[in-house]
């Protein structure tokens, strides 16, 4: 269960084999999947950019690796700070002596906690960049948007690329970060202006760097001046210890192990920072420790020194639910929200209830979450079709919710035990071809087209061959219709089936609805303000709300789902494994556990699911709450 940067073509696991026209819970399994595994035509090109970076790393290790300084800027704009939205953006203390390597981190002051949409007194703003030059430099956009996301909970979000900043520009946010995708040297040029390595060390702002180039900073600003500021000698920082990045397979942070599993032959390691020792230089702050499951040795995975948070890797890749990007996901919050106050949340949403679903089963989830004093929300798919008769021995069928009073009246049981009505699709399923595998409500994709490939995977193919905003919107208006037609209320929030559209299907449903609550894909041009490349997209899910990179406010799905049967090599996901995940995720001080179940399950695995996670200190809220 993993998020990557993707291209075209991306393979998500299925289970396609031994379909059981009775048992309807098989296809489900994607959504604890989703939104995607890095597969499909193009792994080898990240594979290639792991191995580039290597390289370069060792060259620059050696003393060959040339780096040629950025040109001077041409004069630009003044930047404005918007918030990412429908429109993308075109450019979208220190102590003398040191007896030990790191102290621990200070634990976080208690204060109240941010609204999500709301501006605080003084609204956080970030300044987000990201590189753009070489032949890997559409990943910078990519990781870029997964930064901007994470940082529209805060406040307003820029996004620009890094060769386009300018004299004095940190000074106009409450922090920056800037995310090194682009191992500069060779024939490729340092696009980091010099303006921007002098302007990260003169301000007293906080600055986040993460991944390639601190070594470009060091030389710029001088080694001993970087040394002296910061405590550490990143010119003589590599990727590789001992002629090798190891198995780092676990960072510690806060008191909670992390996961960290990239396949072999697409790690290009972690930075491990020369620290400088003796008289004259600042302590560094270890925030986070990575373990070599080889060696067993420990480094630094996040430190801080000054102004200057460092991480030694783009997280943004290879995610699961208990990831080493919880750790910048609360790393937020120092630098942009410092005085947030703990606080733990947890949500449970009851999933594709379409006008086929088993009233008594959902009375019965009714009366459990009721006398639990769960509040949580119901997905709803007002329209149900099975249009080759998959499940009906091959006759066609069709059902809405107005012709299914029974349904409509659990549904309304639900709704005063403590349910919030969401709308999940249409259809959840695109016409009367196999999407990827049968046309059935709740199995398939329903904006996005996809297919089962001779390995048994599902492979994304892209948007629907109709998609436009007049499309989806069409699709929406007939959805919210039938709802009505069956006397229930509008909903106000949107799940997204099999949690996949395109950019302008998420654009349309934000205009329709308060929040989406989902995983979402992000694709490339959009901070870019070119045109949107639909094969190439990077998945991601959210520990917190956000205003994400199309203007939408998103609530966090962050758990997965209960499910109780292996399905092509991804085991079984049970209540443990949804509580463990949440025990990870406590790491965010003002974190959400969120995750959703079925109803035509038994209702024991999710008592035990939400009695597990209420003992780890959250408290359920209602989908509302999420977004304050």
Same mark, same amino acid.
């Given at each position: 269960?993993?998020?990557?940067?993707?291209?075209?073509?991306?393979?998500? !696991?299925?289970?396609?084999?031994?379909?059981?026209?009775?048992?309807?819970?098989?296809?489900?399994?994607? $959504?604890?999947?989703? #939104?995607?595994?890095?597969?499909?035509? $193009?792994?080898?090109?990240?594979?290639?950019?792991?191995?580039?970076?290597?390289?370069?790393?060792? $060259?620059? *290790?050696?003393?060959?690796?040339?780096?040629?300084?950025?040109?001077?800027?041409?004069?630009?704009?003044?930047?404005?700070?918007?918030?990412?939205?429908?429109?993308?953006?075109? !450019?979208?203390?220190?102590?003398?002596?040191?007896?030990?390597?790191?102290?621990?981190?200070?634990?976080?002051?208690?204060?109240?906690?941010?609204?999500?949409?709301?501006?605080?007194?003084?609204?956080?703003?970030?300044?987000?960049?990201?590189?753009?030059?070489?032949?890997?430099?559409?990943?910078?956009?990519?990781?870029?948007?997964?930064?901007?996301?994470?940082?529209? /909970?805060?406040?307003?979000?820029?996004?620009?690329?890094?060769?386009?900043?300018?004299?004095?520009?940190?000074?106009?946010? @409450?922090?920056?970060?800037?995310?090194?995708?682009?191992?500069?040297?060779?024939?490729? #040029?340092?696009?980091?202006?010099?303006?921007?390595?002098?302007?990260?060390?003169?301000?007293? *702002?906080?600055?986040?760097?993460?991944?390639?180039?601190?070594?470009?900073? +060091?030389?710029?600003?001088?080694?001993?001046?970087?040394?002296?500021?910061?405590?550490?000698?990143?010119?003589?920082?590599?990727?590789?210890?001992?002629?090798?990045?190891?198995?780092?397979?676990?960072?510690?942070?806060?008191?909670?192990?992390?996961?960290?599993? &990239?396949?072999?032959?697409?790690?290009?390691?972690?930075? /491990?920072?020369?620290?400088? @020792?003796?008289?004259?230089?600042?302590?560094? @702050?270890?925030?986070?420790?990575?373990?070599?499951?080889?060696?067993?040795?420990?480094? #630094?995975?996040? &430190?801080?020194? *000054?102004?200057?948070?460092?991480?030694?890797?783009?997280?943004?890749?290879?995610?699961?639910? @208990?990831?080493?990007?919880?750790? =910048?996901?609360?790393?937020?919050?120092?630098?942009?929200?410092?005085?947030?106050?703990?606080? /733990?949340?947890?949500?449970?949403?009851?999933?594709?209830?379409?006008?086929?679903?088993?009233?008594?089963?959902?009375?019965?989830?009714?009366?459990?979450?009721?006398?639990?004093?769960?509040?949580?929300?119901?997905?709803?798919?007002?329209?149900?079709?099975?249009?080759?008769?998959?499940?009906? %021995?091959?006759?066609?069928?069709?059902?809405?919710?107005?012709?299914? #009073?029974?349904?409509?009246?659990?549904?309304?049981?639900?709704?005063?035990?403590?349910?919030?009505?969401?709308?999940?699709?249409?259809?959840?399923?695109?016409?009367?071809? +196999?999407?990827?595998? %049968?046309?059935?409500?709740?199995?398939?994709?329903?904006?996005?087209?996809?297919?089962?490939?001779?390995?048994?995977?599902?492979?994304?193919?892209?948007?629907?061959?109709?998609? !436009?905003?007049?499309?989806?919107?069409?699709?929406?208006?007939?959805?919210?219709?039938?709802?009505?037609?069956?006397?229930?209320? *509008?909903?106000?929030?949107?799940?997204?089936? /099999?949690?996949?559209?395109?950019?302008?299907?998420?654009?349309?449903?934000?205009?329709? =609805?308060?929040?989406?609550?989902?995983?979402?894909?992000?694709?490339?041009?959009?901070? !870019?303000?070119?045109?949107?490349?639909?094969?190439?997209? &990077?998945?991601? =899910?959210?520990?917190?709300?956000?205003?994400?990179?199309?203007?939408?406010?998103?609530?966090?799905?962050?758990?997965?789902?209960?499910?109780?049967?292996?399905?092509?090599?991804?085991?079984?996901?049970?209540?443990?494994?949804?509580?463990?995940?949440?025990?990870?995720?406590?790491?965010?001080?003002?974190?959400?556990?969120?995750?959703?179940?079925?109803?035509? =399950?038994?209702?024991?695995?999710?008592?035990?699911?939400?009695?597990?996670?209420?003992?780890?200190?959250?408290?359920?809220? +209602?989908?509302?709450?999420?977004?304050?």
């Amino acid at each position: 269960m993993i998020v990557a940067a993707l291209w075209g073509g991306v393979a998500l !696991s299925g289970a396609q084999a031994a379909k059981d026209p009775g048992d309807r819970r098989w296809p489900q399994h994607l $959504k604890g999947i989703d #939104p995607v595994s890095l597969s499909g035509p $193009k792994p080898a090109e990240l594979k290639a950019w792991a191995k580039a970076r290597l390289a370069n790393d060792r $060259k620059r *290790r050696a003393g060959t690796l040339a780096i040629r300084p950025a040109a001077p800027a041409a004069p630009a704009a003044p930047a404005g700070t918007a918030t990412p939205a429908a429109k993308p953006a075109s !450019s979208s203390g220190v102590t003398t002596t040191r007896t030990a390597l790191f102290t621990k981190p200070a634990a976080p002051a208690k204060a109240a906690t941010r609204a999500v949409q709301a501006a605080a007194p003084a609204q956080a703003s970030a300044l987000v960049l990201y590189d753009t030059a070489g032949p890997y430099g559409h990943l910078g956009e990519l990781y870029a948007m997964a930064a901007a996301n994470l940082a529209g /909970h805060f406040g307003t979000v820029t996004a620009k690329p890094v060769s386009a900043y300018t004299p004095g520009m940190v000074e106009q946010y @409450t922090a920056t970060v800037y995310l090194g995708s682009t191992y500069y040297g060779g024939s490729l #040029p340092d696009a980091i202006p010099a303006a921007f390595y002098q302007d990260a060390l003169a301000t007293s *702002r906080p600055v986040t760097w993460i991944g390639d180039n601190i070594w470009g900073m +060091a030389n710029a600003v001088g080694v001993s001046a970087f040394q002296q500021a910061y405590g550490w000698d990143p010119t003589n920082s590599y990727y590789e210890q001992g002629g090798t990045v190891g198995r780092i397979d676990r960072v510690d942070y806060k008191g909670r192990q992390l996961t960290r599993k &990239i396949p072999t032959g697409f790690d290009s390691g972690v930075l /491990h920072p020369a620290l400088s @020792t003796g008289p004259g230089f600042p302590q560094v @702050t270890q925030l986070a420790e990575a373990t070599d499951a080889i060696s067993g040795d420990t480094s #630094p995975w996040a &430190i801080r020194s *000054r102004n200057l948070t460092y991480l030694g890797e783009i997280p943004f890749s290879y995610v699961s639910e @208990t990831d080493r990007v919880i750790v =910048f996901e609360d790393l937020l919050f120092d630098v942009l929200a410092p005085q947030t106050a703990e606080r /733990h949340r947890a949500f449970v949403r009851l999933e594709d209830i379409s006008p086929e679903a088993d009233p008594a089963q959902l009375r019965a989830m009714a009366d459990y979450l009721h006398s639990a004093k769960v509040p949580y929300g119901i997905n709803v798919v007002p329209v149900y079709t099975d249009p080759k008769g998959a499940y009906n %021995n091959g006759v066609p069928k069709t059902s809405t919710l107005a012709q299914r #009073p029974q349904v409509v009246a659990a549904i309304k049981y639900m709704l005063q035990r403590g349910a919030v009505l969401m709308n999940h699709g249409n259809t959840h399923q695109y016409g009367n071809v +196999a999407n990827p595998y %049968n046309g059935v409500t709740g199995d398939d994709f329903e904006f996005f087209r996809a297919h089962v490939d001779a390995g048994d995977n599902v492979v994304y193919d892209g948007p629907v061959p109709e998609d !436009s905003t007049v499309w989806a919107q069409a699709r929406v208006t007939s959805g919210l219709a039938a709802f009505t037609a069956a006397g229930l209320p *509008r909903p106000t929030l949107w799940t997204t089936p /099999h949690y996949a559209a395109s950019a302008t299907d998420y654009r349309v449903f934000g205009q329709n =609805f308060s929040a989406r609550l989902e995983r979402s894909l992000y694709f490339a041009g959009t901070l !870019s303000g070119g045109t949107v490349n639909p094969g190439r997209y &990077i998945g991601q =899910f959210f520990p917190y709300a956000v205003k994400d990179v199309y203007g939408t406010t998103v609530l966090p799905e962050n758990l997965g789902n209960y499910e109780p049967e292996p399905y092509n090599n991804h085991p079984a996901r049970l209540p443990a494994d949804l509580i463990n995940s949440a025990k990870a995720n406590l790491a965010v001080r003002d974190g959400v556990a969120s995750f959703f179940y079925h109803p035509y =399950f038994a209702v024991e695995p999710l008592k035990q699911t939400i009695e597990g996670i209420r003992a780890l200190g959250y408290t359920f809220v +209602a989908p509302a709450d999420l977004s304050q």
